[in-house]
């Protein structure tokens, strides 16, 4: 059974910094892409950022130069560093990842719980 697990969430003044966490556990065989999404009361689910298996990054705009997304392959671990934190980067926070399990030849998609991320004074 594959599982996404997500930590980090928490409250935080503007302007200050979080980290969270997304740890891929189970029988996985290859893990290819990795990403984070937010979802805002009353919002569509929106992708923050995502990263290759090979490091390639990619950001939506309104988190450009302040988040850094990166991954430790042997750990099977992806994080969200967020810096410069807003009001409006208030969401919950899901963690996703494209992987094959174990004696299973497709990709399959795969979604964490969620954490909260709440900026506010």
């Known amino acids: 059974q594959v599982q996404l697990v997500e930590s980090g969430g928490g409250l935080v003044q503007p302007g200050g910094s979080l980290r969270l966490s997304c740890a891929a556990s189970g029988s996985i065989s290859v893990i290819y892409a990795m990403s984070w999404y937010r979802q805002a009361p009353g919002k569509q689910r929106e992708l923050v950022a995502d990263i290759s298996n090979n490091g390639r990054t990619n950001y939506a705009d309104s988190v450009k130069g302040r988040f850094t997304i990166s991954r430790d392959n042997a750990k099977n671990t992806v994080y969200l560093q967020m810096n410069s934190l807003k009001p409006e980067d208030t969401a919950v926070y899901y963690c996703?990842?494209?992987?094959?399990?174990?004696?299973?030849?497709?990709?399959?998609?795969?979604w964490g719980q969620g954490t909260q991320v709440t900026v506010s004074s």
């Open positions: 996703n990842a494209d992987l094959r399990p174990l004696l299973i030849s497709t990709m399959r998609n795969y």
